[in-house]
């Protein structure tokens, strides 16, 4: 996970937060990602969201597995704690750190086949635990890594970027949340940061798993075969003398909407979404499944705070009735008690 260094410099009259800190002091490396990938204004948003909320850089962890979604780990908050796992195993990194240190502000950072495809079981064990913690799923549905094929994500008949057409049944990590009984559930367009900045504040605070599923368009793989100006069709009639793909300038897709909009892709196809309704009851987790669904139907995605309950009480730490302190910050005759104690333990099993 390299990126370039920014450079330090600050204007005097940015403003700051209650920390004495400017929007700068929560950035990172500069992206290495395609310009104009969704994944980076979820970034800014993050950004946004870190600083608006006043939190100490050195008491957040950033966590994240593999693909171009847990790269951007390495472009915000410079300043924190931050861990990259192998494929899919972000959620049990974060279990671990989490269990040792309940002091720290968690956010996992992950992609649709990160977390839908090899961490799927990985994934569900999080949200059954209640993990306190905020996990992103930047969702493009495509691998982008590894040129663009469908994703679990990806929708029934959207075209790949050979134009072959998707059969199969898509993994919606929302419904898949509001099913296993996450407490906080929420999805967002990277587009639209005046929506996800509050969400991914509230997820932050929110005292158990909170998951936000974030479409965030992939600029490359969108164009699909046919077009003379497709990136297969280019290397079909051109014969380089070494391997390299070229990636276009490209603008971030932002929208600004009250209630629904069509959102143009650069590929020519239409995202459609819709902000819940303010007075739609979030707390009623069999409603918000029903007309999360019925929405899907219509081919629209709904955004916003799609379900919220207390998660405090079933929240990981109290499930096991944890000591409030720190593991680390326990002394060794605390941590390990002695044979005796383990003896007595033990009797209880046989």
């Known amino acids: 996970m390299t990126s370039i260094a920014k450079p330090k410099i600050a204007h005097p009259s940015l403003p700051k ?29 993050i950004v946004e969201a870190a600083w608006g909320l ?38 049990s990194i974060a279990t671990g750190a989490n269990a040792a240190n309940r002091q720290l502000n968690y956010i996992g950072i992950s992609g649709d086949g990160d977390s839908l495809s090899i961490g799927l079981g990985q994934l569900a064990h999080a949200i059954r635990r209640n993990l306190n913690m ?6 493009n549905g495509v691998y982008g890594l590894t040129k663009g094929q469908f994703s679990a994500a990806a929708d029934i ?21 509001l099913t296993l009984g996450a407490s906080f559930v929420a999805r967002g367009f990277s587009g639209d940061k005046q929506q996800l900045v509050p969400l991914i504040q509230a997820g932050l605070r929110h005292p158990g798993f909170a998951i936000i599923d974030v479409l ?62 303010p ?23 709904v955004t916003g705070l799609i379900h919220v309950s207390s998660g405090a009480d079933h929240e990981l730490h109290a499930q096991n009735k944890t000591t409030s302190r720190p593991l680390n910050a326990l002394p060794y005759a605390e941590l390990n008690p002695g044979p005796a104690a383990l003896s007595k333990l033990m009797a209880r099993y046989r």
């Open 134 to 139: 905020l996990y992103i799923i930047e969702n």
């Open 157 to 177: 008949g959207t075209k790949s970027k050979k134009g072959e057409a998707n059969l199969q049944t898509p993994i919606d990590p929302v419904l898949l949340a």
């Open 216 to 277: 965030s368009p992939c600029v490359t793989f969108n164009d699909h075969e046919g077009s003379t100006k497709s990136y297969q069709y280019t290397r079909d009639h051109y014969h380089p003398a070494v391997a390299a793909d070229f990636v276009p300038k490209a603008m971030a897709i932002e929208v600004d909407y009250a209630d629904s909009a069509v959102v143009p892709l650069h590929d020519g196809s239409q995202l459609r979404l819709r902000k819940i309704d």
């Open 17 to 45: 937060n209650e920390l004495g800190l400017t929007r700068r002091d929560y950035e990172g490396g500069m992206s290495t990602l395609c310009a104009g990938c969704g994944h980076d204004s979820t970034t800014a948003a």
């Open 279 to 301: 007075t739609f009851d979030t707390s009623d987790r069999a409603a918000a499944y029903t007309y999360l669904d019925a929405k899907l139907q219509e081919g629209e995605h």
């Open 54 to 91: 006043s939190l100490r850089p050195q008491e957040l962890v950033k966590l994240s597995g593999i693909g171009c979604s847990s790269k951007t780990t390495a472009y915000f908050v410079g300043g924190a704690h931050g861990f990259n796992s192998v494929h899919g195993r972000m959620p």
